[in-house]
């Protein structure tokens, strides 16, 4: 459970989080320069992201260690971001999860076939497993997250591991699913890499992860300490094709929610380049806080992130 003064580090604007972090080579390329995209997040808090100029992939710059992101997504992460302050997921995730699962289903449609065999890497509390699983496939689901692993075993009858290590060393899948989950891993290329090792041949990877090239909102709306990774579309594909990956295209693709397949030797690698990060750094230049709080725009997110709470509160089940 999250200890109040905890989570109170993590929300008051115009300070630093409680972290030391490290130093960290790029994910994506090894390369150690970078620009800097953004020194503020979506709560106005004090967070240094940068963009690769080898590659354009952003990450946060210290990176948290391995022992304090643990620390944080077992302290404060569900409370902070979702609410979640019980022994179950609150109703407005599972309402928004059920929402997602069908939608994710029917983008993998051609590929849930029964008796298919499912990996959700990052499964959250199960709704994606069971849409799946009524299409008679196969599931399994891998989650970290003891409270919402729990969920998903109780409330969806679902095989759910703690860690990808976890499975048998020659388990396949014919589809394996990372929806929103790369952009929190310290290593995201390598986890990448070892899914697309547990596809079956003709198999299909699923991704999915906030493009940050998006617009319609303040760049430094697009950052919070939660994402420690931020991709675009080019970084997306560079590092699916690091882990042997082409987008497919049977499926339809939107940005970065791309459906992968193994490459062949006919797909074309076009590696980002240094130009990349520039085009990040003009893009996503900050917004002064004190000039943000006065104009009175962040009235507009912070009422329609509330009101789909809200509505996915009280939405019929």
């Known amino acids: 459970m999250s200890s109040p003064l905890h989570l109170v580090r993590h929300a008051v604007p115009f300070t630093g989080y409680p972290y030391r972090g490290e130093g960290m080579a790029c994910n994506l390329c ?3 320069e970078t620009l800097v995209v953004a020194e503020t997040d979506r709560r106005l808090k004090r967070l240094r992201s940068v963009a690769c100029t080898g590659c354009g992939l952003i990450r946060t710059d210290p990176m948290p260690s391995a ?21 179950r997921p609150p109703r407005h995730h599972l309402a928004r999860s059920r929402r997602e ?29 069971a849409a799946a699983r009524a299409r008679g496939c196969d599931v399994t689901g891998i989650e970290p997250g003891r409270t919402y692993a729990a969920y998903a075993r109780a409330a969806h009858g679902a095989r759910v591991l703690d860690r990808l290590d976890d499975l048998p060393g020659e388990e396949a899948f014919d589809v394996v ?9 310290r290593d995201p290329v390598d986890i990448l890499v070892r899914l697309a090792g547990r596809l079956a041949p003709g198999g299909v990877l699923y991704a999915a992860v906030p493009n940050m090239a998006a617009t319609g909102k303040p760049p430094h709306e697009r950052f919070h300490f939660a994402h420690v990774h931020g991709f675009v ?19 339809r693709r939107e940005d970065t929610t791309v459906v992968y397949r193994h490459a062949t030797a006919a797909d ?44 996915d509160t009280f939405a019929p089940r």
């Open 30 to 32: 090894g390369g150690s």
């Open 67 to 87: 022992a304090e992101l643990e620390a944080y997504y077992a302290s404060a992460y569900r409370a902070a971001y979702q609410f979640a302050l019980g022994r």
């Open 101 to 129: 699962a069908a939608l994710r289903a029917g983008l993998l449609g051609p590929a849930l076939q029964p008796g298919a065999r499912v990996l959700d890497f990052g499964s959250g509390s199960g709704e994606f497993l």
């Open 177 to 185: 699913a990372v929806h929103h989950v790369l952009e929190h891993l």
């Open 233 to 251: 579309r080019q970084t997306l594909d560079h590092a699916a094709r690091r882990a042997g990956l082409a987008p497919h295209p049977a499926y």
């Open 268 to 311: 074309a690698d076009v590696a980002p380049g240094p130009g990349l990060a520039r085009d990040l750094a003009a893009a996503l230049a900050p917004v002064r806080p004190g000039a943000y709080l006065a104009s009175g725009a962040w009235l507009r997110p912070m009422v329609r992130r509330n009101a789909k709470a809200i509505r």
